[in-house]
Nanobody
Framework: QVRLVESGGGLVQPGGSLQLSCVGSGSIYAFNTMGWSRQAPGKERELVASITSGNMPNYSDSVKGRFTISRDGAKSTVYLQMSSLQVEDTAVYYC?????????????????WGQGTQVTVSS
């Protein structure tokens, strides 16, 4: 089994910063493309950042220039550094990705999601 666990959420004032972490555990062989999505109350879930296995990042227009996604393969961890946070960034943030796992000597590729971490931007 593979599990993704997010941490680092919390309450921050507008203009502040937070770093989210997503740690993978289980029979992980490798991370393929990983991403961070968010869902605000009453809104659809949106992908805000992703990073390929070759470390190429991509960002939604709403966070470009303010958020930075990175990964540490050795630690099976993906990060989201968030700066210049705005009230509109308030949401539950989810880590997701395509992960290769090992089972009985074979490699399988599946999509996984974490359970989310709450980020609240408020004065």
């Amino acid at each position: 089994q593979v599990r993704l666990v997010e941490s680092g959420g919390g309450l921050v004032q507008p203009g502040g910063s937070l770093q989210l972490s997503c740690v993978g555990s289980g029979s992980i062989y490798a991370f393929n493309t990983m991403g961070w999505s968010r869902q605000a109350p009453g809104k659809e879930r949106e992908l805000v950042a992703s990073i390929t296995s070759g470390n190429m990042p991509n960002y939604s227009d709403s966070v470009k220039g303010r958020f930075t996604i990175s990964r540490d393969g050795a630690k099976s961890t993906v990060y989201l550094q968030m700066s210049s946070l705005q009230v509109e960034d308030t949401a539950v943030y989810y880590c997701n990705g395509r992960i290769k796992r090992v089972l009985a000597g074979e490699i399988f590729t599946d999509d996984y999601w974490g359970q989310g971490t709450q980020v609240t931007v408020s004065s």
